[in-house]
């Protein structure tokens, strides 16, 4: 039966923690304290060490507002540093990429070495009065921290660790990430129309399976698809059980059972969603990394990587790009189709047409059932102090998340 706009805005009935309020998605007082309690504290994955190998290359993103750069030093350390110049604020540089020996301000030209130090005030003798001076105008470092590959930067001096935050979020990818020495071989970026979570959220439930035309002939329909349990870690991370995923289901398609990445099965799917906004997807012979950086309520960056074995034959190579290609590509059948589906979401939530979003699938913590989402809104409560279910009021902070279903 259609409901009356009233009965639209009731609260739907389900347990607590089985919806969210969609003004979380576009409210911009939302948006604003997402980056301050939530961003500003928590690890980010940057890149990939695969992308600085020598010294002096450098990535450059932006994170929380900030502007960064992560780049290798001349003493072989992956450092971080807010891409700002010390005298008039300037970023210092713009390229996404590239190698630097000094990094320098194009504004008057004062430099800086790789590890911050500031080496060169033009004209330093104007600044001699007022006390300023190479030794007390370094860049500001911001903490840097890699694990199995995986650069992660902090902007908060006095959080945690990087090891202390992952806890074991990455012990399904331990063996893929760290048997070879790997590389970003594909890189593309998306500027979308949605909110970061709304991303986030389509890479943790699986129930949208059915949306994509090659899952549901590859995964849906293999024998065993449903009974995989997630496993919920502590801050808000999770993984699925693995699937031997039949890829020859769909037609053209060939199977994924030779040159494997490492620890991984003919077929073999594994997941992990790491807080807030990192996915790393493994198909067998191909592996995916994802992250976004939210830029408005309804607009979201998100960054692909795909990664191979470094060193491996063109051959392998060109296999590996096919099958990371043919799902995650810029044409890729799942990114395309993913975009889309958050995009339609963004849509009906812009202007409150729609009121509360259902995260209320409960399959016995496997498969399809919705429990990563309402452990992720569980951290997400936790940080933000507000309830998603209604955001209008600052809640006490609740305990730590649930720390898994097996
Ligand atoms: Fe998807």
Known sequence: MSRTAQEWEERPAVPEGHFVDSRIYTDPLIFNEETQKIFNKTWKFACHVSEIPEIGDYRTFDHAGYPLIAIRSDD?????????????????????????????????????????????????????????????????????????????????????????YIGDGLETFSEILGTHELEVFHYHRVVMSANWKQWHETNMELYHEWGHVVNRTTSVAVKGYHDRMWKLYTNGHGTLEPLAVQY???????????????????????????????????????????????????????????????????????????????????????VSEDVLFVEKVERANRHRAAKHGIIARREGGRGQDDEVVRSFYREWKRQMRRDPEDITQLVDAPSISATGSN
């Not at 040159?259 to 067998?284: C, H, Q, W, Y």
């Open 248 to 334: 020859k289901n769909y037609p053209g398609w060939e199977d994924r059972a030779q040159k494997m990445l490492p620890g991984l099965t003919e077929g073999e799917f594994r997941v992990v969603d790491l807080f807030p906004n990192t996915t790393l997807i493994a198909r067998s012979t191909a592996l995916r990394i994802d992250t976004s950086t939210p830029i408005a309520p309804g607009k979201t960056l998100v960054e692909y990587r795909g990664l191979g074995i470094k060193g491996e034959s063109p051959e392998d190579r060109a296999m590996r790009q096919k099958h990371h290609n043919q799902f995650w590509g810029p044409l890729g059948r799942n």
């Open 76 to 164: 072989g350390e992956v450092r971080c540093f807010v891409n700002s110049c010390s005298h008039r604020s300037s970023v210092i540089l713009d390229a996404p990429a590239g190698t630097a020996k000094n990094l320098t301000c194009p504004f008057h030209l004062w430099s800086y070495d790789t590890r911050g130090n500031c080496v060169h005030i033009t004209r330093p003798e104007g600044y001699e009065e007022a006390g300023i001076c190479k030794a007390n105008r370094g860049l500001r470092q911001v903490r840097a921290e890699t694990m199995l590959g995986l650069v992660f930067v902090n902007l908060d001096d006095s959080a945690g660790s990087l090891a202390d």
